[in-house]
């Protein structure tokens, strides 16, 4: 692992441990290592650095019905053996922006780059944390009239 993976890994941690309250249980340091490593690793996450500072970043699988029946379900799934680069799927697992820049370009460039390399999936979901009602929010890629998506 290069020295800046591993300042970003530091930061993810830092970030989940101080800011991501949504969490109902917190994986340990070595397991949260363990995740950052691999989202990286396999292109599953996103983020947005300023001065070298994460500042927002876009966690996502790519995964297929099999595994969204799995999370459905609230069954395990193993990112790290199971492929989830691949899927037409793709499950938006985790969003944050830091308060300071979440009326800049910051969300407009992650918006931007989670799309166009998530181009080729038919669908795109997520859990809608501050809804009472229907926390599972589908959208079918025909669905999201964007210009991102003509011509990939």
Request: hydrophobic content about 35%.
């Amino acid at each position: 692992m290069i020295a800046t993976e591993l300042g970003i890994i530091e930061q993810l941690i830092e970030i989940y441990y101080k800011e991501e309250w949504w969490h109902q249980e917190k994986k340990s340091y070595t397991q949260a290592v363990n995740y950052y490593n691999v989202l990286l690793k396999k292109g599953n996450i996103l983020y947005y650095e300023i001065e070298g500072r994460v500042v927002g970043y876009v966690e996502f699988w790519r995964i297929n019905f099999e595994q969204w029946g799995k999370i459905v379900c609230h069954e395990k799934i193993y990112i790290d053996i199971e492929d989830i680069s691949n899927g037409n799927i793709c499950y938006v697992t985790n969003v944050w922006i830091n308060k300071e820049y979440r009326n800049t370009d910051v969300v407009k460039t992650l918006t931007l780059n989670f799309f166009k390399q998530n181009y080729r999936c038919d669908y795109f979901v997520g859990e809608a944390l501050r809804k009472k009602t229907q926390p599972i929010k589908v959208f079918k890629r025909s669905e999201l009239h964007s210009k991102l998506f003509t011509g990939g």
